[in-house]
């Protein structure tokens, strides 16, 4: 029994060395804990409403855009090729980021997007200036006290459909999408106060 655990553990181990080379701003991304918790289900966000999001960000060249929960890398890779900025993806399924990678390739925009095989949760954000949400209401209250302690003031944070408890947000965006589907969106700024 211990020596199928081994086993499996040198697999996984091997599996996820070749599947997320480090690719960073900077340094060298720690492997995720084997029990990091899964923060929400993949569910992609429709182009349109990830143009909205960076949109009601104000993402400009100038930005570093950090998506937790990056799924195929969509918001990262649009805010590059759309936008100009720079992204980082953050995802705790090896396949999801190597999705990823291959999204960014194919879009052009491999030396301005990086993916990181990493718990969302023990994510340093603290380049970014805007970080994007599709998680749950209770993992975006997670990450919270992390988000508000690490970021600098101004920083933007928008989550697609869920909010953050009692932290109201600057601006609430409801719309319909291209699919007839009604969206809302919420923005953040950072200001210093980290709110756990």
């Known amino acids: ?32 804990k084997l029990d990091a918790p899964n923060l929400a289900p993949f569910v992609p966000t429709p182009q349109d409403v990830v143009e909205r999001m960076l949109k009601l960000a104000g993402v400009t060249k100038r930005d570093v855009v ?4 990056c799924g195929d890398g969509r918001i990262v890779i649009m805010a590059a090729q759309k936008f100009g900025a720079r992204g980082v993806g953050v995802d705790i ?11 960014a ?19 340093d954000v603290s380049k970014a200036t805007v970080v994007t949400l599709y998680l749950l209401s209770s993992s975006n209250v997670m990450l919270r ?9 101004g920083a933007r944070i928008v989550s697609h459909a869920f909010d953050m408890s009692d932290w109201a947000p600057a601006k609430i965006e ?17 200001d210093g106060t980290v709110r756990q």
């Open 145 to 153: 006290p992390m988000l508000t302690k690490q970021l600098k003031p």
């Open 93 to 103: 399924n090896p396949q999801r980021i190597q999705e990823s990678q291959e999204n």
């Open 1 to 32: 029994m211990a020596t199928w655990r081994l086993r499996r553990v040198i697999v996984l181990a091997v599996s996820l060395a070749c599947v997320c080379p480090a690719i960073s701003f900077g340094q060298a991304n720690p492997p995720p």
């Open 174 to 190: 409801r719309f319909t999408d291209e699919m007839g589907i009604a969206r809302t969106l919420y923005l953040w700024k950072a």
């Open 105 to 123: 390739r194919k879009a052009g925009v491999e030396t301005l997007v990086a993916f990181r095989l990493q718990d969302a949760l023990k994510t």
């Open 66 to 69: 950090y998506d937790l929960g």
